[in-house]
């Protein structure tokens, strides 16, 4: 009875913990692209217009980086003038006493930056990263606008904005510009459907570390998961110059071609599979030859990586700015309660042979909630649009190695008892 109603609890507290997300402090966003783009003109009669027919403006691409913070690339807007060229870079940080913290809370302002422009290039040239630029077509109104506008951006006051890395980054923000002195590149863009999401086209350049892709694509919610628009998809630097290159029918100018990426590994949910699938068997085949130490170490490994990132996906959801992880249905049935199973793998380590009921119980639990969770979502496709498969595919044989040792366990049991019978039979 206790069991039972210790279940139920447990049950309970556990579906609970998603069923709302509360919403971060609002931050002012000091410098919001699209209004400050608007107080200015790009359009009209220019005196003096022969003096813009030297200067120019270009959308630089870089490839992805070695970086954590290089991998989905970098843009940038490079202006040619008599007065030479430099490079404007709306993807500056700085490591200020608070930044950790701020991040923490997503809490994170970047900076517009000034650059020599050739010394932008060479640096991207030295990590061996592909760099095209691409001239933009403006009239001497556009670009007397934009540099207008690019002056005031520049200012002290005016060059920091809150970043968001979907909806307001470097990318994004040389994308307004183009559609302010373009004319019609949104209206073009937004006509378009990509039939991917910000979750199918992040994990692309993702692949190269499967940890930091499936603890990321963990972490992030439902918000991610629609379909997006050509305009929303232009978030990565890649697709925003080859939406640019097409608007306009431009040819882009590869400065240096470093190493071709290669994003065609297989699926996260495929490999992830397979290596929950990998783990489940060693975890069993050391279970099954009565190797408990190692069989608690590797586990206690395993648990505790699945406890960690679930407390960190509990403290963004709850209490931070990062609104990606809101409403996070992962929270559901991979959740804390893992912790049970981890202290108890710990202690097998050092007191091994003892029966770990709460682990059992624990997985158990968290088994009927995922699958309560996949049954919800084929009953209710449009309301549980969470892409979380490679989740499941982790998790699943995990919680069924974990929740049912019962057979093999009094198989263990009876087999010593055999052998005490013939030693006293002796």
Same mark, same amino acid.
């Given at each position: 009875m206790r069991k039972g109603l210790l279940s139920v609890i447990l049950i309970f507290l556990s579906s609970i913990l998603c069923a709302a997300s509360v919403r971060g402090v609002n931050i002012e966003? *000091?410098?919001?692209? *699209?209004?400050?783009?608007?107080?200015?003109?790009?359009?009209?009669? /220019?005196?003096?217009?022969? #003096? #813009?027919?030297? /200067?120019?403006f270009y959308l630089v691409t870089q490839a992805p980086g070695d970086e954590v913070y290089t991998w989905f690339g970098h843009t940038g807007l490079m202006m040619e003038s008599p007065q030479g060229s430099i490079m404007f870079d709306w993807g500056t940080f700085s490591f200020s006493p608070s930044f950790y913290l701020d991040f923490c809370f997503g809490r994170l302002y970047y900076t517009v930056s000034t650059n020599r422009a050739d010394a932008v290039i060479n640096r991207a040239i030295s990590e061996n990263r592909r760099v095209e630029i691409t001239e933009l077509p403006m009239d001497a109104a556009a670009k007397k606008g934009l540099m207008e506008f690019l002056a005031y951006n520049t200012q002290k006051e005016n060059r920091n904005y809150l970043y968001h890395y979907y909806l307001d980054n470097c990318a994004t923000r040389v994308r307004d510009i183009i559609d302010f002195t373009g004319g019609a590149f949104r209206a073009w863009a937004e006509s378009i459907m990509t039939g991917m999401t910000f979750r199918d086209l992040s994990t692309l350049y993702m692949n190269r570390n499967w940890l930091v892709s499936f603890t990321l694509n963990f972490l992030q919610g439902p918000s991610i998961d629609r379909q997006l628009n050509l305009y929303e998809a232009c978030f990565l630097p890649d697709v925003l110059n080859s939406a640019v290159k097409t608007f306009y029918s431009l040819d882009g100018n590869v400065v240096f071609q470093g190493d071709d990426e290669n994003n065609e590994n297989l699926p996260l949910v495929c490999t992830t599979l397979m290596i929950s699938l990998a783990l489940t068997l060693i975890l069993f085949l050391l279970r099954h030859f009565r190797h408990e130490r190692l069989y608690g170490l590797v586990s206690? /490994?395993?648990?505790l990586y699945t406890g960690i990132a679930s407390s960190v996906l509990f403290f963004m959801m709850f209490f931070t700015n990062h609104d990606v992880t809101y409403f996070n249905e992962n929270l559901i049935f991979m959740n804390p309660l893992v912790f049970i199973i981890a202290f108890q793998s710990i202690a097998a380590v050092f007191r091994p042979g003892k029966t770990r009921k709460a682990s059992m119980y624990a997985a158990r639990i968290l088994l009927i909630l995922s699958m309560t969770d996949i049954v919800l979502k084929g009953l209710f496709p449009l309301s549980f649009i969470q892409d979380n498969a490679p989740v499941f595919a982790f998790i699943l044989p995990l919680y069924l190695l974990t929740a049912f040792p019962e057979k093999e366990r009094k198989q263990q049991i009876s087999e010593k008892e055999t052998d005490c019978r013939r030693m006293n039979a002796r």
């Open positions: 966003d *000091t410098f919001e692209s *699209t209004d400050n783009l608007s107080l200015f003109s790009f359009t009209g009669d /220019v005196e003096d217009a022969s #003096y #813009y027919d030297d /200067v120019h206690a /490994v395993i648990w």
